[in-house]
């Protein structure tokens, strides 16, 4: 590795200003079939240990920003495993195979976690896979964009609550009592917690209601060891975007409104995970990391 993310460096120039070609992928849209790839810090991103010993369940790591965090809790030493949904076994066997060349343990639990009796033995199957459990990240999501809410279907609606929301409190629920002290919760929420776009009702809303849940059971769990925090992304290019998750007018000049002036790439996300898992972070619970290429947030 001759450059990773301890390169000094310029953030305006260090990715591309990326101009999306239009496409369309059905949900839930592959990594492998995005144009242009992404950079989930294959080639880049150095561990430090900081995770040694560690075991990550991550949702949605197959792609995207949990692919990104799981490449980079691997490299710091943390067994790894990961939720995604059957027909992303592409993307997920390439992520894992990234993992197995760190040398730490790769486990691969496809599931629909909009069903609460899989997001529960999720948990089961991961914490007996890795012999325990000590990082929980929720962060599997679903963005379909409505210009019109008369458009915005009522099944629409709760499934987006489902993935986004329902399925965070049961896979957390189900978490806790494997969860030693010293646990981290790293919930994913996203700069649409405060600043919605008008054609992501159902989305923004679930993200805000992420970031409240977070800020509240931190408090709850502050007293047993395990913190809960949340990170806010605002615009990265991953597959969320191509399969109805933005418009496809949008996607040209996708990220290219933010202060950096560009897109944010996964892999500028992971070391945010990786603090809020590991314990340089002891202090630090019920907080939101807004990673966002400079927007204003509250
Ligand atoms: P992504 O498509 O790579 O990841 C989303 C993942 O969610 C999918 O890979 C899929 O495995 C998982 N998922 C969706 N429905 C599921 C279900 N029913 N069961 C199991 N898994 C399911 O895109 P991403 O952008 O990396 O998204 C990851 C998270 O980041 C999401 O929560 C998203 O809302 C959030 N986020 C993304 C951005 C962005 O600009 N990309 C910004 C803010 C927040
Ligand atoms: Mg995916």
Not at 259 to 286: C, F, I, K
Request: hydrophobic share 35%; net charge negative.
């Amino acid at each position: 590795m001759s450059e990773d993310q301890y390169t000094f460096q310029n953030p305006v120039t260090r990715y591309p200003v990326i101009s999306p070609p239009k496409q369309d992928q059905p949900e839930p849209g592959l990594d492998r079939d995005l144009k242009p790839t992404t950079d989930r810090g294959e080639e880049t991103y150095r561990g430090l240990g900081r995770l040694t010993g560690r075991k990550a369940l991550i949702t949605g790591g197959d792609s995207g920003i949990g692919a990104a965090v799981a490449i980079a809790f691997a490299r710091e030493g943390a067994d790894v495993a990961l939720n995604y949904l059957p027909s992303e076994e592409p993307d997920a066997q390439e992520i894992a195979k990234v993992i197995a060349e760190t040398g730490q343990r790769v486990v691969v639990l496809p599931g629909d976690i909009s069903d609460s009796h899989v997001a529960k033995k999720l948990v089961a199957d991961a914490a007996e896979a890795l012999e325990g459990l000590d990082i929980l990240v929720n962060n599997a999501g679903k963005q379909i964009s409505v210009e019109r809410l008369e458009d915005l279907t009522d099944e629409q609606w709760e499934e987006t609550f489902r993935v986004n929301v329902s399925a965070m409190f049961w896979i957390t629920k189900a978490a806790l009592p494997l969860l030693p002290a010293g646990s981290s919760i790293i919930n994913t929420t996203s700069v649409q917690a405060y600043s919605p776009s008008p054609n992501l009702i159902d989305y923004a809303s679930t993200k805000a209601a992420i970031n409240n849940f977070t800020k509240g059971l931190a408090q709850q769990l502050a007293p047993r060891g395990i913190r809960v925090n949340a990170v806010a992304p605002g615009p990265f290019w991953t597959p969320l975007q191509v399969s109805d998750g933005q418009p496809k007018d949008k996607l040209p000049t996708f990220g290219q409104d933010t202060p950096l002036g560009r897109a944010g790439q996964p892999t500028e996300l992971a070391p945010a995970y990786v603090y809020l898992a590991s314990a340089e972070s002891s202090y630090t619970t019920g907080a939101t990391i807004n990673i966002n290429g400079g927007r204003p947030t509250p």
